[in-house]
């Protein structure tokens, strides 16, 4: 069964920091583009950070370029997304996705967030920055 598990989500004050894993089980990660998505209530899924499998190149918007980076581990079949300078708009669900290869980016240079462009998605993990 292919599946994606994200974790590391939590509750972070202001200007905090956090790492955010995405696991894969049943596929590698080393074949495919992986993308990190939030999406807060009300709002829609926003594409974060991208990263290629052939030669590791990331992809962010503007939004979060500066503050999140985005890294992989194939021998542990992981991709990271480091937060930081956390603020409260920051609050949200954050979802690991894959799709075969490259990224697919979206306009504003970070991976598409609308579209049916990633196959597999993780479950979520719930990030919260708050006083």
């Known amino acids: 069964q292919l599946q994606l598990v994200e974790s590391g989500g939590g509750l972070v004050q202001p200007g905090g920091s956090l790492r955010l894993s995405c696991v894969a089980s049943?596929?590698?990660?080393?074949?495919?583009?992986i993308g990190w998505f939030r999406q807060a209530p009300g709002k829609e899924r926003e594409g974060l950070s991208c990263?290629?499998?052939?030669?590791?190149?990331?992809y962010y918007p503007r939004s979060v370029k500066g503050r999140f980076t985005i890294s992989r581990d194939n021998a542990k079949n992981t991709v990271y997304l480091q937060m930081n300078s956390l603020q409260p708009e920051d609050t949200a669900v954050y979802y690991c996705?894959?799709?075969?290869?490259?990224?697919?980016?979206?306009?504003?240079?970070?991976?598409?967030?609308?579209?049916?462009?990633?196959?597999?998605w993780g479950q979520g993990t719930q990030v919260t920055v708050s006083s």
């Open positions: 996705a894959a799709t075969f290869n490259v990224c697919v980016l979206g306009a504003d240079g970070g991976p598409q967030s609308g579209g049916n462009e990633y196959d597999y």
């Open positions: 990263i290629d499998s052939k030669d590791d190149s990331t």
């Open positions: 049943g596929f590698s990660l080393r074949y495919y583009a």
